[in-house]
């Protein structure tokens, strides 16, 4: 004879028993005891298993190993800093340099001082590797002190070119614009008469023409060429 479908299925549940389960459903008499068992042990199986509580309410939060953890996870919200740089910035106002110069006009004294102090180690120096560098601080503080003194002039001219422009508009004409060209002008007449003042205009002409001359002997064909 065949067996039941229901009969298969409880014998493959129990199977699945442990001897001491089985005797014990044996005892109690019937599949039916049997089939119970076996469906409550199934849905306990596939019931999620409680997880553990946390103790600390503070601590860190368990995460579950079976879970992915995304690669770029944000653990702590940090705020990000935003450099600011004085020079391009409007908070630190607009650069004027007729009042940087009132401000910071204090420095050319101590440049002054320090330009002093230097020529006064150079006369007493008598180490000449040490002469060499005094020799090249001091000229490098010539240099910029001369730079300065060029570029203030150069302000002071494009100011007074300014207050001609003014004076201009508030009679009614039409004011004018210089080209660089024509500043350039300016500022070699104005170069001429400095020089010409402190009677140095011939030595800068006679080193002038030594450059050009060798600036034209230098365009002209040499002998290979012809």
Do not use: W
């Not at 590797?129 to 730079?147: I, P, V």
């Amino acid at each position: 004879m065949g067996s039941a479908p229901g009969d298969g299925e409880a014998a493959g549940d129990q199977s699945e028993l442990s001897l001491e389960e089985r005797l014990r459903m044996q005892s109690a008499g019937g599949t039916g005891a049997c089939r119970q068992l076996t469906a409550g042990s199934k849905a306990a199986r596939r019931g999620k298993a409680p997880g553990k509580p946390q103790l600390n309410k503070k601590g860190p939060v368990e995460m579950s190993a079976k879970k992915p953890v995304p690669f770029l996870r944000q653990v702590v919200s940090v705020t990000k800093k935003v450099h600011r740089d004085p020079r391009f910035d409007d908070l630190s106002g607009e650069y004027n340099p007729e009042i940087f110069m009132k401000t910071y006009s204090f420095l050319d004294t101590i440049k002054k001082q320090e330009k002093e102090m230097v020529q006064k180690q150079l006369k007493k120096c008598r180490n000449v590797e040490q002469k060499e560098k005094l020799q090249q601080l001091l000229n490098r503080m010539t240099q910029q002190e001369q730079a300065q003194k060029k570029q203030q002039k150069r302000r002071e001219r494009e100011l007074t070119l300014k207050r001609q422009q003014r004076e201009l508009a508030k009679q009614g004409k039409k004011p004018f614009f210089l080209k660089k060209s024509d500043k350039r002008k300016l500022e070699l007449a104005e170069k001429y008469a400095e020089l010409k003042r402190s009677g140095k205009l011939e030595s800068f002409l006679n080193k002038k023409r030594k450059r050009n001359a060798v600036k034209d002997k230098r365009r002209l064909p040499s002998q290979k060429n012809l």
